[in-house]
């Protein structure tokens, strides 16, 4: 992402930006790879979607975790439609999203939101994925 935005001049991102969601996706996804990395826990990483294009931004495991990354606050259930299509389809699976919210919560009880410096810390605590 920093070759990317190198060769493109963009000396600073605007909150709210495609580009913004994108850079903050990738920020998120190489500190869950570096914690892997890390600690030798070797699973892999993948994105889904599904036919009708619902989708999670990043499976870790034999699906055993599902994440969708926001840099927005959401409200809903109609918000997480992938974590649900995928929830059903791997019952198993502990589904969070990562977000700009205030605290943490909990969604129906099947969806765990976590504000994004909150999910960081409790990442490299050993407590988000293990």
Known sequence: MGITRALRRMLTIQEGSVEFGHFFEHFIIMEIRAFLSYFNHYKHFYFWRTHCGKEIDLVVGEAEWAIEIKTSKHKSMKDFKGLLAFGE???????????FDDSKRMIDHKIEVFPWKEFLNQLWRGKVIY
Do not use: Q
């Not at 389809?89 to 977000?99: D, G, Q, R, W, Y």
């Open 89 to 99: 389809e791997f019952p198993h699976a502990k589904l969070m999203a990562v977000t």
